[in-house]
């Protein structure tokens, strides 16, 4: 099965894919889109064509999303859910089941701490994909994203998540 991650964001959107095959994981590709534009229409509308031409160049069988939470600034938290948006809309367009994930479960499912830093999904994304070279800390946490959910599929029904 191969999974496509996505860590939204309006400036920086990562992306992350990879590959599961029974217990084996590896990693596929990643990297993060700008988002350019003065407009938040025109940055929505860039980001939607590069990830949708990434899904169209990977084939990914299913997405996975982190979810977001409000916080302090609702203005940003609005925005952030524009982003969001797309990173919904993009795989459903192309037919993809699409999963969301809490923060914490990722951090908790990839690093085993649900407050786990940046520095520390880096590192585990790095031990459990040998030779996977994040390009960038939002392209880590997409890369997490994607383990995540390669890791709750897998659960049988009834298991603890």
């Given at each position: 099965m191969r999974v496509l991650g996505i860590d939204p964001g309006l400036r920086?959107?990562?992306?992350?894919?990879?590959?599961?095959d029974g217990t084996r994981v590896s990693?596929?590709?990643?990297?993060?889109?700008e988002g350019s534009g003065d407009t938040l229409a025109e940055r929505l509308?860039?980001?939607?064509?590069?990830?949708?031409a990434i899904v169209a160049e990977h084939a990914p069988d299913q997405a996975a999303v982190e979810q977001t939470f409000v916080n302090r600034d609702p203005a940003a938290s609005l925005k952030l859910g524009q982003a969001r948006g797309v990173a919904l809309l993009?795989?459903?367009?192309?037919?993809?089941?699409?999963?969301?994930?809490?923060?914490?479960?990722?951090k908790k499912t990839v690093v085993g701490v649900g407050h786990a830093d940046k520095r520390q999904i880096d590192h585990m994304v790095r031990m459990q994909l040998p030779g996977a070279k994040p390009a960038g800390p939002d392209?880590?946490?997409a890369l997490a994203i994607a383990l995540c959910h390669l890791v709750h599929v897998r659960l049988p029904v009834g298991v603890p998540r």
């Open positions: 920086r959107f990562g992306w992350g894919v990879v590959e599961g990693h596929v590709a990643n990297g993060v889109c509308a860039v980001l939607h064509a590069l990830l949708t993009v795989p459903a367009q192309a037919g993809l089941p699409v999963a969301e994930y809490a923060p914490n479960t990722i392209a880590a946490d």
